[in-house]
């Protein structure tokens, strides 16, 4: 079966949720699957609840559990370097039928990789290996290289209205 590119992208909620809906499908088919998660860190609700495929799901997070403001620091480049690298043996290797780049748009966006490395990511997938890239800002070269790309649009948000991020909803 061929693997196809995704992007999930846009200003609106839904782009992380919608990636682990696509992990749960593959888990349920059998796939071995690896969701790196740029720019985060620490434990997210879903972590919790994925655990439970850990003969099949392997989690990574390549962060430092801080939202970046302004410039990056150096420790974000080295993190999201490391990234790369690891994540560019796991697509060569096709052991993991899904590969899911969460943020790494956002990644692109701060420069802590470029789009040139994430288009080499692309090209390094074994055959077969389905890649699913999230995050806003998705850039228009890699948008015109995907098979799927999905825009999210925010409408309406309660976070506009100073609600934070709830436990079980959005962490």
Same mark, same amino acid.
């Not at 949720?17 to 593959?26: E, K, P, S």
């Not at 879903?46 to 099949?56: I, R």
């Not at 890649?131 to 825009?151: F, M, N, P, Q």
């Given at each position: 079966?061929?693997?196809?590119?995704?992007?999930?992208?846009?200003?609106?909620?839904?782009?992380?949720?919608?990636?682990?809906?696509?992990?749960?499908?593959?888990?349920?088919?059998?796939?071995?699957?690896?969701?790196?998660?740029?720019?985060?860190?620490?434990?997210?609700?879903?972590?919790?609840?994925?655990?439970?495929?850990?003969?099949?799901?392997?989690?990574?997070?390549?962060?430092?559990?801080?939202?970046?403001?302004?410039?990056?620091?150096?420790?974000?480049?080295?993190?999201?370097?490391?990234?790369?690298? *690891?994540?560019? +043996?796991? &697509?060569?290797? #096709?052991?993991?039928?899904?590969?899911? /780049?969460? =943020?790494?748009?956002?990644? %692109?966006?701060?420069?802590?990789?470029?789009?040139?490395?994430?288009?080499?990511?692309?090209?390094?997938?074994? *055959?077969?290996? +389905?890649? &699913?890239?999230? #995050?806003?800002?998705?850039?228009?070269? /890699?948008? =015109?290289?995907?098979?799927? %790309?999905?825009?999210?649009?925010?409408?309406?948000?309660?976070?506009?209205?100073?609600?934070?991020?709830?436990?079980?909803?959005?962490?």
């Amino acid at each position: 079966m061929k693997g196809y590119v995704q992007v999930y992208t846009g200003d609106g909620k839904g782009k992380t949720t919608a990636a682990i809906g696509l992990a749960i499908r593959a888990l349920g088919a059998g796939w071995r699957v690896f969701f790196a998660q740029f720019l985060k860190a620490g434990e997210y609700s879903e972590h919790k609840a994925l655990a439970q495929f850990s003969d099949h799901l392997t989690i990574r997070t390549y962060g430092r559990n801080v939202f970046i403001k302004g410039e990056p620091e150096e420790e974000d480049r080295r993190l999201a370097q490391e990234a790369y690298q *690891e994540i560019a +043996e796991i &697509l060569a290797s #096709g052991h993991h039928r899904l590969v899911i /780049l969460d =943020e790494a748009n956002v990644a %692109v966006h701060y420069g802590l990789i470029t789009v040139d490395q994430i288009l080499d990511l692309i090209d390094r997938r074994a *055959e077969g290996v +389905e890649l &699913l890239i999230t #995050g806003r800002y998705a850039h228009s070269r /890699l948008i =015109e290289r995907a098979d799927l %790309v999905t825009e999210m649009r925010g409408v309406k948000h309660y976070f506009d209205r100073g609600i934070k991020a709830r436990v079980g909803v959005e962490k």
